[in-house]
């Protein structure tokens, strides 16, 4: 291998999500990558990752950069290809100004919040004829990939409709009321940041795209005055140091964890930002109760719905097809963000494919065991980004199109709610 083999990378954003790169660059790919550069608006977590990648793997310090000296930090490195793990709203700002400068980007779903920010990537990607891929791990994990198989092999012919149900639970879902997600400004709320996710996956099983949606969503658990009408009466803004959050089981308690102490308790000095806020407080502006329906451009319709405080993590999903029905369900293991072990992060605790022929008896569909995080999709993503590239008949590496029309389904139901009437997605952007 030389030297023109090996591709530089750059990271942007050094929360809680960036380890996942940063270790399988420095650890199972470091043959064909190198790691070239931090960013980030705090030193102290870019110190952190430095620490990880010089104690587990013995490599050296990575220059750091701050987020302000982003086109410094590309002119003076030279990588081939910026990954982005920021908060969500930057991605578009990162993205767009990698690629002028010449690079590829890998970014963190969701590729951005809002429809005006996603036409500028695309114009962007137009322009400068940069390939962009956002990271849909959840297409890698073998029973995802066997749905996909399943409806592209007219098992159940062709698919009329969909009733899709996802659950966040008290432990995961909790989370994104604690930290920068629970502004809207900052995340375009759970139907974008969240269900990116999901919207991707039907997009992806069903081979289609959506063209109008209809949406309605409340914060309906969360926040203050909620738990004011259940009679709450203790509340704390911060878990740490408060005695009203001791006996809480919603607080977060960052000095009980190595990992959070070190990406956000010590790192709290520099930029104020604070990971522990109370699920209970003021000042969210997202929904934790979600109801939409969608409409595909092969005439097949969705129902889906997404609530973030539930007692199980998971979801369940039926396809209704003109051959008849599969029935899916998934349970997954409860994590906090940056608080557990990466193959912790939606590991499945079980799973079950069911198909119902129209006219003949019920079967089970066998799915093989994966290990690994998001019911062993991650590692077969990070195969697919930076190791021996395969044929792939499911197509599952996601384009920017891809990132694009997944975000779309959230930002229309955004839309909606906020109007109360139906979206058209040809309405928001122009591919």
């Not at 070190?262 to 979600?290: C, H, P």
Request: contains cysteine.
């Amino acid at each position: 291998m030389t030297a023109t083999d090996i591709k530089k990378y750059a990271i942007v954003g050094l929360g809680g999500r960036s380890r996942f790169y940063y270790q399988a660059l420095v650890g199972k790919y470091k043959d064909t990558s190198k790691l070239v550069g931090f960013c980030d608006v705090n030193q102290t977590r870019m110190d952190y990752a430095n620490k990880v990648i010089a104690e587990k793997f013995g490599h050296p310090p990575v220059k750091t950069y701050y987020a302000w000296q982003f086109e410094q930090m590309i002119e003076e490195t030279k990588p081939d290809i910026v990954i982005v793990t920021s908060i969500d709203r930057t991605h578009d700002r990162y993205i767009i100004a990698a690629m002028n400068l010449g690079c590829d980007v890998i970014t963190e779903k969701p590729m951005t919040i809002d429809e005006v920010r996603c036409q500028n990537i695309l114009d962007t990607v137009k322009a400068t004829g940069r390939e962009l891929r956002v990271t849909f791990n959840y297409r890698y994990a073998p029973y995802n990939t066997k749905i996909r198989e399943l409806i592209m092999d007219d098992v159940i012919g062709d698919v009329n409709s969909v009733h899709f149900e996802w659950l966040l639970n008290t432990t995961h879902g909790a989370d994104y009321f604690r930290r920068w997600h629970r502004d809207k400004r900052n995340s375009g709320g759970l139907l974008v940041h969240k269900a990116t996710h999901h919207f991707d996956l039907v997009n992806f099983w069903l081979g289609t795209r959506p063209t109008t949606v209809f949406a309605m969503g409340d914060l309906m658990f969360y926040g203050r005055e909620n738990a004011e009408k259940r009679g709450i009466t203790r509340f704390y803004y911060r878990a740490y140091g408060s005695e009203n959050a001791k006996d809480d089981p919603f607080a977060l308690h960052l000095d009980r964890n190595e990992q959070l102490t070190e990406l956000y308790l010590k790192a709290e000095s520099e930029d104020g930002y604070l990971r522990d806020q109370s699920v209970f407080g003021d000042g969210i502006s997202i929904e934790d109760t979600m109801a939409v329906m969608v409409r595909y451009e092969n005439r097949a319709m969705m129902t889906y719905s997404l609530n973030a405080y539930l007692p199980w993590e998971g979801y369940r999903v039926a396809f209704n097809g003109t051959k008849g029905r599969i029935e899916v369900e998934v349970r997954e293991s409860a994590y906090v963000n940056a608080g557990d072990d990466a193959s912790i992060e939606g590991a499945v605790k079980s799973k079950s494919i069911t198909v119902f022929p129209m006219f003949g008896r019920p079967y089970v569909v066998p799915v093989e065991e994966a290990k690994g995080g998001h019911g062993g999709g991650d590692p077969r993503l990070l195969e697919d980004l930076f190791g021996t590239k395969q044929p792939d008949r499911f197509k599952r590496a996601a384009s920017h199109i891809d990132g694009a029309l997944s975000i779309l389904t959230g930002i229309a139901a955004n839309k909606s709610i906020q109007t109360g009437m139906p979206v058209r997605i040809d309405d928001l952007v122009k591919f």
